[in-house]
């Protein structure tokens, strides 16, 4: 099999891989507060707690492991990471239908935020096995097959909550992980060349080196405030949704109007992917940047639902060239040996918005109305379509100078051979 046929074969493996675990992680968003509620926790302020509690635990976790995963990846190879965190999540999912209480379930939630990690180093596999003309393409599709999942989960779990029972959902979502990550381990293939590293460094010493070279730091701060502001949204767009539309079914609603939005980014992301192939990934970013901030600011001043629905799906077409340029971007300047580091730090700042977002949301709509955070969101939009501007497209025009990884390890190797 030729280099380009195998690229092409690990990519649609990891498509469809990535939809089974985002629609397997994804099932459990509309049951958590009533499975809480079948463990024992009947006081609805108590069910509210733990809910956030238990979301965010995923996240505070997944946040502090994701560089050193990425750190593992560099030394034994992506495929492997991929396989850790498939066979992990599937255990602890598993294990999560046998919980006993809420406390249970937020020591289980904290465990799956430690293992997970599968998509992100998909991501790190195909962004170093794919021909770089092909980079935009590759993890345009791959961001398809988990925004798919993503949009299918939530569809999926309340039905088979409906017919099988909360406990049941778990060991199915267990079950399909395992399924991914068996395909994964017989049918992708990596070449992985470790680059040999006769300094041992902490992980503040590999962020200093990473974000060392310009583009990377910008990019990470690019990623925070997209998750950020776009997330920090999720959690009160069924409020205003009610608003809107205050007489018919509320929750089909929102679910449609998330959803809406990912089937746009699903459509948009290899389209866009394709384009900035050719015309650069960077210009991509910045104008699909433009396009979702300006699209963010009309839907402050909605009047019915419908104008809300058409304004989501421009911002989910947005979307599509966002993520895919910032991995395809980031891959394309990361150090020598150090491509996973990267992603793994690229990923804790994505966790640190998730975390941060919804928080911050609901605290400046408390005080200034659900609208305003619509007008929130696109100003912190527009200030990363300065940033794409200012600090990563200067920079992306010049040609790189030698990263500070490969300064160093000339360096070493420089005086070990003196020694």
């Known amino acids: 099999m030729t280099s380009q046929e195998n690229w092409k074969r690990n990519l649609y493996i990891l498509m469809g891989s990535q939809f089974l675990v985002m629609s397997a992680m994804t099932m459990i968003i509309p049951f ?11 006081d609805q302020d108590a069910v509210s707690v733990w809910s956030g509690l238990i979301f965010a635990a995923n996240f505070v976790t997944a946040f502090i492991f994701a560089p050193i995963w990425g750190k593992l990846a ?39 935020g430690m293992i997970s990690g599968f998509i992100p180093a998909a991501i790190g596999l195909m962004s170093m096995s794919t021909p770089k003309k092909h980079m935009g393409y590759s993890l345009g599709m791959l961001q398809a097959g988990a925004v798919a999942g993503s949009i299918s989960g939530p569809l999926i779990g309340g039905i088979m909550a409906d017919l099988m029972g909360f406990r049941m959902i778990f060991y199915f979502t267990g079950g399909s992980i395992l399924i991914a990550a068996l395909v994964v381990l017989m049918f992708v293939k990596e070449r992985f060349d470790p680059v040999e590293q006769n300094v041992k460094t902490s992980t503040i010493e590999d962020f200093r080196t990473i974000t060392a070279i310009k583009p990377i730091m910008a990019l990470y701060v690019v990623f925070f405030i997209v998750q950020a502001a776009l997330i920090g949204i999720n959690p009160l767009l069924s409020i205003f949704v009610q608003e809107l539309s205050p007489t018919q079914n509320v929750a089909f609603f929102a679910g449609l109007a998330m959803s809406v939005m990912g089937f746009a980014n699903m459509m948009a992301s290899p389209v866009l992917g394709r384009f900035s192939d050719r015309k650069g990934h960077q210009y991509v970013l910045l104008f699909s940047m433009l396009f979702i901030a300006l699209v963010s600011f009309p839907q402050a001043f909605v009047t019915s639902y419908w104008q809300l629905l058409v304004l989501r799906f421009l911002l989910g077409l947005g979307l599509g060239g966002l993520l895919p340029m910032i991995n395809s971007l980031l891959r394309n300047n990361a150090p020598e040996g150090m491509e996973s580091r990267t992603y793994g730090f690229s990923n804790s700042f994505m966790y640190l918005g998730s975390m941060i977002g919804p928080a911050v949301g609901g605290g400046f709509a408390g005080i200034f109305g659900i609208r305003s955070l619509f007008i929130f969101s696109g100003v912190l939009l527009l200030v990363n379509v300065w940033i794409v501007y200012r600090k990563v497209l200067p920079r992306l025009r010049k040609p790189r100078k030698k990263d500070a990884h490969a300064t160093l390890m000339e360096n070493t190797n420089q005086q070990k051979q003196k020694g």
Not at 32 to 42: A, M, R
Not at 75 to 101: D, H, P, Q
Request: proline letters at 4%; aromatic letters at 10%; a positive charge.
């Open 74 to 112: 560099d030394k034994y190879g992506r495929k492997a990471m991929i396989l850790r965190s498939g066979f992990g999540m599937a255990i602890v999912l598993t294990l999560t239908g046998f919980a006993t209480g809420p406390w249970t379930l937020l020591l289980l939630r904290l465990l799956n």
């Open 32 to 42: 958590l507060p009533l499975y809480l509620q079948e463990l024992g926790v009947t």
